[in-house]
């Protein structure tokens, strides 16, 4: 059971625990149900650029790959994140940019171990139609936990895009503590289903 009150730092432990649980199978297994819910979602089957993340399936995340494939298939523009600056400290220039996706092999690991599209084109957070967010897990409400370095926050604000959450059903917590600078997606997506943030 979480904790109504638990902090975000006792929330970021809770969610990497049960991560760290599930084997790679029931990872795969939850994953391709998470797609499925997504790519049936109006605003999913309705867009031309989609802004998806590569996935550190060794830290359990969902695995986003049969996603981004299914979105090429249907000719969406998909478009992931490049980190240009490295640091929780928060200026005026983004920290992050958004390049299009040409392909597995335009793909280069950054120092966390991220796969880069480092020479697709760059694509403003206003031409998004769809942002797919990483998160640790959430609440109802929509507000996520992540790593803490506020990166998908920058751009939820930046972008009118609609945005969708993948995380696992039993990352969703009663209450997630929310400050100033913390953006809720429009639509959570688990294993068992979507749930639309009030």
């Known amino acids: 059971m979480i904790a109504e009150d638990a902090t975000k730092a006792a929330l970021r432990?809770?969610?990497?625990?049960?991560?760290?649980?599930v084997c790679p199978a029931v990872q795969?297994?939850?994953?391709?149900?998470?797609?499925?819910?997504t790519l049936?979602?109006?605003?999913?089957a309705a867009a031309d650029t989609v802004h998806c993340y590569?996935?550190?399936l060794d830290q359990g995340e969902v695995d986003t790959r049969p996603l981004i494939r299914a979105l090429l298939d249907r000719g969406v523009r998909v478009v992931l994140p490049v980190v240009r600056q490295f640091s929780t400290a928060r200026g005026n220039a983004p920290r992050m940019v958004h390049r299009v996706l040409d392909g597995r092999a335009a793909l280069h690991p950054n120092r966390w171990r991220v796969w880069e599209p480092l020479a697709g084109s760059e694509v403003l957070p206003a031409d998004l139609d769809v942002i797919i967010t990483p998160a640790l897990g959430a609440d109802r409400r929509g507000y996520r936990v992540g790593f803490g370095m506020g990166y998908y926050d920058e751009l939820l604000q930046a972008s009118?895009?609609?945005?969708?959450?993948?995380?696992?059903?039993?990352?969703?917590?009663?209450?997630?503590?929310?400050?100033?600078?913390?953006?809720?997606?429009?639509?959570?997506?688990?294993?068992?289903?979507?749930?639309?943030?009030?």
């Not at 432990?13 to 649980?21: E, G, P, Q, S, Y």
């Open 13 to 21: 432990r809770r969610f990497r625990d049960l991560r760290a649980k």
């Open 28 to 37: 795969a297994q939850r994953s391709q149900a998470m797609i499925a819910h």
């Open 40 to 44: 049936a979602l109006p605003m999913v």
């Open 54 to 56: 590569w996935p550190l």
């Open 160 to 198: 009118p895009a609609r945005s969708v959450c993948l995380l696992y059903a039993a990352a969703i917590a009663p209450r997630v503590p929310a400050e100033a600078h913390d953006t809720p997606v429009d639509v959570l997506v688990t294993e068992d289903g979507v749930r639309r943030v009030p």
